[in-house]
């Protein structure tokens, strides 16, 4: 893993005569997420708070592992020619706990926002106890019991996929509607993240004729879950898809999420809109409608 | 999505009658992630602070899409009446913003780490401007470009999965490894959360015969890269798979593996071994080797 770290970025350099007040409107704010580990706890409440400053322009880098003097200087300078370039003083949020890292990151002369760092002390008090500061903890070593039923949900999810196998007995929840609707990236990442077993059987033309669920769901009745899409934006995926197919046109797409939606309604089957919806979105709203709670980490 | 929330506990109810003290040494602390969207954001960074305080026993719930002055009155209900069950004052871990919902929430009377609160005021310092705080936002709404993305990056993990399509021209990168090594769910995660188009393929008994890169996988030598397990862990994830095979034998995997690891060495492929390392981490670390800077959230 001793390849020195890309960037990636390929935008012109700015000497450092030319003041920085002449560059900032045009240079994005340089942002690091910083970590001893996989950088995902910073990375994630770090872009959480740049969501927050609308029509700001952030250039992102991860810098992932930073668990030694040698990465920690590499990595200060990695920003402070980043801040140089842009001609605006980087933002540094940083999941690291080692005190002397944080303080050779600091260096840099970046904005640090330490993660961990307010709510520590509370804590610590709270709970009457020290915090044990162990490296990139959070998202690195886990137990073989979750990591298997990470594993074991994610086969699930793909053997169980577009109805493939129909013999949904083990399945936390099913997921039901037309092709295309977003169930399938749903299931997987259920399993990858909450080790859920999640099913997914998509409407056919044949199952939209009838007024009531296809005959192999009604087993599972209390499992669906309804998904659903706006017409126009269905047919963009299809046409992607499947381009000139009867498919991917815009009345066959209407008339199927038309049908998709009164049978849930019919039914009564609980369901949502992917259309403006992330993954992680709809993942959370069916997790909150069958009042499932776990999280694999 | 109306369903009452279910926490999903079992656990005898402790009367308030019983003194607190008498009953903390067996209770869990009751830890709640709240949020206004997904939740994500405050069980990540909650979660990467509970992991570093080993010893305490912890029972978390996450409350998500507490936007409302009714969820927020539901949730502090919920929060208050499990430390009471518990005897011990509720850790909530909030990242909503409102500041109307944050009191309610604090009328709990739990001890409450606002995950933002922190940061902000460095931030807008530093940016000259006040954040615009939407409710939910990180992980809601997504532009189309990259949840297509995504879309497109998981069906080519589908279709690029275990060999089954061995045109790897539009891969960004391709794991390579023993069959159970960790190579499926490793790519799906790539996909869901970077829209990595990431493919694998399975080292078979015929490719571990000869001391040089399987004919397939030569044109695309700079995209590889190795998994590898420890043989006693894969017997086990093999025997849950396949009990009783020759497949599933010690002498069968210690065979495959050392053969894998010799032909990385061999042929000077970057490595890692998954037997201790979650999915997250595994990911970083392959996008790191490759410079990848890529998050869709």
Same mark, same amino acid.
């Given at each position: 893993? !001793?390849?020195?770290?890309?960037?990636?970025?390929?935008?012109?350099?700015?000497?450092?005569?030319?003041?920085?007040?002449?560059?900032?409107?045009?240079?994005?704010?340089?942002?690091?997420?910083?970590?001893?580990?996989? !950088?995902?706890?910073?990375?994630?409440? !770090?872009?959480?708070?740049?969501?927050?400053?609308?029509?700001?322009?952030?250039?992102?880098?991860?810098?992932?592992?930073?668990?030694?003097?040698?990465?920690?200087?590499?990595?200060?300078?990695?920003?402070?020619?980043?801040?140089? &370039?842009?001609?605006?003083?980087?933002?540094?949020?940083?999941?690291?706990?080692?005190? $002397?890292?944080?303080?050779?990151?600091? #260096?840099?002369?970046?904005?640090?926002?330490?993660?961990?760092?307010?709510?520590?002390?509370? %804590?610590?008090?709270?709970?009457?106890?020290?915090?044990?500061? &162990?490296?990139?903890?959070?998202?690195?070593?886990?137990?073989?019991?979750?990591? $298997?039923?990470?594993?074991?949900?994610?086969?699930?999810? @793909?053997?169980?996929?577009?109805?493939?196998?129909?013999?949904?007995? $083990?399945?936390?929840?099913?997921?039901?509607?037309?092709?295309?609707?977003?169930?399938?990236?749903?299931? @997987?990442?259920?399993?990858?993240?909450?080790?859920?077993?999640?099913?997914?059987?998509?409407?056919? $033309?044949? #199952?939209?004729?009838?007024?009531? @669920?296809?005959?192999? %769901?009604?087993?599972?009745? &209390?499992?669906?879950?309804? %998904?659903?899409?706006?017409?126009? &934006?269905?047919?963009?995926?299809?046409?992607?898809?499947?381009?000139?197919?009867?498919?991917?046109?815009?009345?066959?797409?209407?008339?199927?999420?038309?049908?998709?939606? +009164?049978?849930?309604?019919?039914?009564?089957?609980?369901?949502?809109?992917?259309?403006?919806?992330?993954?992680?979105?709809?993942? +959370?709203?069916?997790?909150?409608?069958? !009042?499932?709670?776990?999280?694999?980490?």
């Amino acid at each position: 893993m !001793g390849r020195p770290r890309q960037t990636g970025h390929n935008r012109l350099v700015a000497t450092r005569a030319i003041p920085s007040h002449s560059l900032s409107m045009s240079q994005k704010r340089p942002v690091f997420y910083i970590s001893d580990g996989t !950088g995902i706890t910073a990375e994630t409440i !770090g872009h959480s708070l740049l969501t927050q400053f609308e029509g700001v322009e952030f250039e992102t880098t991860r810098i992932a592992f930073v668990d030694s003097v040698d990465k920690a200087q590499a990595a200060a300078a990695q920003i402070r020619e980043a801040g140089e &370039r842009a001609g605006l003083r980087p933002v540094v949020v940083n999941s690291a706990v080692d005190m $002397e890292l944080i303080a050779i990151l600091g #260096d840099s002369g970046a904005l640090m926002l330490d993660v961990f760092a307010p709510f520590i002390l509370p %804590l610590e008090q709270e709970l009457g106890m020290k915090r044990q500061a &162990r490296a990139g903890k959070a998202h690195g070593l886990v137990d073989f019991a979750a990591y $298997e039923a990470r594993i074991n949900a994610t086969n699930y999810a @793909l053997t169980h996929d577009d109805g493939v196998d129909l013999d949904y007995g $083990e399945a936390d929840l099913i997921l039901v509607g037309v092709s295309r609707s977003g169930k399938t990236p749903t299931c @997987l990442y259920l399993a990858l993240h909450y080790g859920v077993k999640a099913a997914n059987y998509p409407l056919t $033309e044949d #199952d939209l004729e009838i007024d009531e @669920l296809p005959k192999r %769901l009604k087993p599972y009745r &209390r499992k669906l879950f309804g %998904l659903t899409i706006d017409p126009v &934006r269905l047919q963009q995926i299809r046409t992607e898809r499947k381009p000139n197919s009867r498919y991917a046109t815009i009345e066959q797409c209407r008339a199927e999420v038309a049908r998709a939606e +009164s049978l849930f309604k019919i039914v009564g089957l609980p369901s949502l809109s992917t259309t403006h919806t992330s993954i992680e979105e709809i993942a +959370s709203k069916v997790l909150a409608q069958f !009042g499932i709670q776990r999280h694999m980490f």
